[in-house]
């Protein structure tokens, strides 16, 4: 498997343990995933951009894989999670580093380049644009009213709800689902019923997820459950209400951003608003581009991971 040539350590950082994916030597590229990964989701990327001369560093974010998981639900705002990648920064000695985010990588990518933009030199994400913080998009309270109780973000407010269905299913139908199979649109989960009627359609695994890496995934999982990752959805509004000092602030840290047109934030109202390049760089004012990849869906650096590898080294570069 790839991942056996990776270097890993566990780093103390804002007071819990955070397990690190490392390689390379050079400038220091982090790499923040999503929901449901871990750091073995950049992995291409690790590789790739050791070759080029970077230093790639993968942490697992709180909650996830062999790092901390908090068992306090209400530890998982923006700031929890921008302060322990501070602290990552600060105990592997990076003053200012290139950042790279992916689905709720993105969001903490975004916010950490709000709240310290004078530690990121560059900012690639992936999948989740940039919406500006206002008086009225509580992102639960919007979610809910565009979509109902059903909708993926709002199933997931419960503890351990969606945690008994998913265990109901088993955590390796779960993930073979959420990795190769979710809608390019809304995503629901019905009560009683979520994913049921999918999990029983046979899924050919696309080339770009062996059964190695499948397997990978559900040990992990199998580790620590998914908790620790539904939390950031739990702690959503918490995180909106104590931004309240950031209303309408902008991300002023060069930018390029990416998106599949088979990804479900590219067709889900609500969370696309601002994956126009014009209105994204009225708040990224030094977004470089939007690129919306064709036939691509959401877990994007997996993919396609050779021409994401590209378009981040190709504007990397350029600093």
Known sequence: MEGDRIEHRTV???????????????????????FPEFWYSWRHQLHAFASLGYRAVAPDLRGYGDSDAPADVNSYTYFHVVGDLIGVLDVIGADKVFVVGHDWGAL???????????????????????????????????????????????????????????????IEKVLKYILTSLPAGPFYLPEGK????????????????????????????????????????????SSWELTAPWMESKVEVPTKFIVGDLDLTYNTPGFNEYMNFDVMKKYVPFLEDVVVMKGVGHFVQEEKSAEINQYIYDFFQKF
């Not at 397990?19 to 999503?34: N, V």
């Not at 109780?149 to 503890?159: G, I, K, W």
Request: with cysteine; hydrophobic share 40%.
């Open 194 to 237: 979520a994913l049921r009627e999918e999990i029983d359609i046979p899924i050919t695994l696309p080339s770009w997820l062996s059964e190695d890496d499948l397997r990978y995934y559900v040990t992990q999982y199998e580790k620590t459950g998914f908790t620790g990752g539904l939390n950031y959805y739990r702690d959503w509004d």
């Open 108 to 170: 903490i990518a975004w916010n950490l380049c709000l709240f310290r933009p004078d530690r990121v030199k560059a900012l690639v994400n992936l999948s989740v644009a940039f919406s500006p913080r206002t008086a009225t998009n509580k992102p639960v309270k919007t979610c809910r009213a565009l979509y109902g109780d059903e909708f993926y973000v709002c199933r997931f407010q419960q503890p351990g709800a969606i945690e008994t269905d998913f265990a109901e299913i088993g």
């Open 12 to 34: 103390r950082a804002n007071g819990i343990n955070v397990h690190l994916a490392e390689k390379g030597e050079g400038p220091i590229i982090l790499f923040l995933h999503g």
